[in-house]
């Protein structure tokens, strides 16, 4: 198999695009260095089409190396036909090779084997070549024999039964014909075996769907459901179809027909469609996955490219009733003021207890610079705000609240990096901090966190967890990449993404700059131990240097670019240090770039990256943040009422619809048929993780905790 060719027709791009593209992946680059620093040689093919093929030529590659296996075992076999070899070579699948090998794979003991070992072959071909010049029964008495254990007639017709059962199951014509049957004319269904304690699977007590149009997250939810033995999940088909099929392939001269009956029963029953059953059940559960890793890659997106609140003191405030409200309050830096991390018990029972609390945690707000509160969304959020609210409110102080998603926050504050950030300080005081620095700068603190504790996909527990963990890496590298990342504060957490970076090396950048102090260029990445050129190359254009002695430093221009970078500069008569962005703007939109890149024998894509990086140097490409303001009215799932109209964060997006909080505890669902007037697709059409809704609440279920949400009856 030409992998380039099966690429070229797999994804529709140009063959020149893909040599070249796969020519630097096996160069060992890295896929936000060639999406961003080698468009001329690509084409101009982006992260996601690079991601694809990256994957796509491992999974053909691997196909290749099975394949090779495969054709060497038959032909040591001594059956390889050249129609065979034709057949293996040009298969699509790895599901489809090992179709065509079943036959002559080498087996465990089996009925089949067991049989051909006693010498019943002979008699076997009697039935598949529906011989009558011979009586079968005549015929068998020829291999009775004790010390093979054929000890009558019947013995021996079972065991060349045996052997034909395992020859039709064997046949990939048939498992074919069976799943291309299944598949298109099948369907599936569920019964429910018993209730969990929200009734989850209600929807699936007595449900039947096609095969062919099921919902990727339909199916998940039955597979979750029958892991869960609260469904019985089958595969419904018409069986007496596929019995018609094999008969008239091995049964063509209507020979044997009892023999055959009962060999085709058998063999269907405990071969065939046990086997092909399952194949079609981890198709349907690999293209859902699929479908999920793709809605997890959006959100998590979302998630991580939302606006930073940079250079602001923001006060972490994890909400609690137990054991109260834990606060830290971070610098414009990120770093935590010793004098202000404590407990709060605003939430108290009693209203002296309360009050109390107040006293105590008015002169934090007060005699301390706070530009924000971010307030945890989890237990006692809602009883916290409205307390916090009403002392900014009654003391006139110049602070916003802003909640923040508290998820895998804990996952953090117990994990050994929050040990090693904070040894001192206990796991809830370090989560303040946590969720005051997501504020600040989300992507830099959820890179802490295992993408998968963040929660914002759908059946993610259920998925290849390997799978997604390389899924949710790539998206978390692309994001890092496409920010851009400062050399002198990002932790080992942010730079162990950026490209070229591991952990090892980002570690021992972290030493070094301990140790020597800030960096003044990126040619000091020199200096760091194992980081060589190759790694330098691979990383240099994505990290920022803000006050060091090259400008160019601050800006997504690559050294190896900067000869350019400053002949444009020169030509232009920019300042990157003292012009403001519209003089910038101005003088740059005056510059020749199709004449100086004829001059220069350089590309015009990158000649246009390094215009754009010198009209914004330093400057984050994240949008403004947006506050959500609460209705304190609503502080419970109790005080909900059909009709409200509320405003709510988008805290997740699924195939069926969006979650979102309205701070009650527990987020309401938007049904994909609720979200907008027009027809989409999906959620993510029109939503994104973090964005503010108005919502109108159009049920209420306190029991199962279920609330149903309306965008469209909102407006």
Known sequence: MDVIVRLVDELGLEKRKIEAAVKLIDEGNTIPFIA???????????????????????????????????????????????????????????????????????????????AKEKGLEPLAKIILEEDTSVNLEEEAKKYINEEKKVLSVDDAINGAKDIVCEVISDDPDIRKYIKDLINKHGSISSKEIKKDERDTYKNYADYQEAISSIKPHRYLALNRGENEKCLKVSLVYDEEAIV?????????????????????????????LPSVENEIRNDLFDSASEKSFEVFKKNLKSLLMYPPLKGKDILGFDPGFRTGCKYALIDKMGNPNRNVIGVSHITANSASEVELAKKKLLPVLKENHIDYIALGNGTASRESEAVLSSMIKENNLPIKIFIVNESGASVYSASKLGEEEFPDLPVEKRSAISLARRLMDPLSELVKIDPKAIGVGQYQHDLDQKRLGEVLEGVVEDCVNTVGVNLNTASVSLLKYVSGINKTIAQNIYNYREKNGEFKNREELRNVPKLGDKAFEQCAGFLRIVDGNEPLDNTGVHPESYKYAKEIIKETQIDLKNDD???????????KLDKFAYKNEVGELTLKDIIEELKKPGRDIRDDVKIVELDNNVKSIEDLKVGMILTGTVRNLADFGAFVDINVHQDGLVHISEISNKYIRHPSEVLSINDIVKVKVISVDTVTKRIGLSIKQAK
Request: hydrophobic share 35%.
């Open 36 to 114: 961003r620093y080698r468009k001329e040689v690509t084409g101009n093919l982006d992260d996601a089409e690079l991601r694809k093929l990256a994957d796509r030529l491992t999974y053909l590659r691997n196909l290749n190396e099975r394949i090779d296996t495969v054709l060497k075992s038959i032909e040591e076999q001594g059956k390889l036909t050249d129609e065979l070899k034709a057949q293996i070579e040009n298969v699509k699948t790895l599901a489809e090779l090992e179709d065509l090998y079943r036959p002559y794979k080498p087996k465990k003991k089996t009925r089949g084997s067991i």
């Open 244 to 272: 018609i099929y094999i008969k008239k392939k091995y049964n063509k001269k209507k020979e044997f027909n009892e023999i055959y009956s009962e060999i085709i029963a058998d063999a269907l029953k405990r071969l065939i």
């Open 581 to 591: 962005e519209d003089t910038l703007n101005l003088k740059l939109s005056l510059f």
